[in-house]
């Protein structure tokens, strides 16, 4: 009780999960996930993906300093993954 103070909050023992609203929660985000992922599916595979991106493949109008901001970008992400 000391290390969570449980002991100070006042009426702690009716503080509780009501079920009922954690499986609503639950199945709110799930819908949500699966009706946008879908809906993403169905716009993607709609619109030529494949295409437009191995057409979009060769181009490449980066400078050398958009290039190594992007290097030093993705070294920092990298570096802090591997420190969390």
């Known amino acids: 009780m000391t290390r969570t103070g449980a002991g ?3 009426r702690a023992e009716e ?4 079920w009922r609203v954690l499986l609503f929660s639950a199945g ?3 819908a949500t996930g699966v009706v946008l ?3 993403r599916f169905c716009i993607f595979r709609m619109s030529g993906l494949h295409n437009s991106l191995k057409s979009a493949g060769g181009r490449n ?3 050398v300093a958009s290039n190594r901001f992007r290097s030093i970008l993705v070294g920092s992400e990298l ?3 591997w420190y969390c």
Not at 15 to 18: A, E, M, R, T
Request: avoid cysteine; proline fraction near 5%.
């Open 15 to 18: 503080i509780g999960i009501d």
């Open 79 to 81: 570096a802090l993954g």
């Open 37 to 39: 992922g879908w809906r």
């Open 61 to 63: 109008t980066s400078t």
């Open 8 to 10: 100070t909050l006042p």
């Open 28 to 30: 709110m985000a799930i």
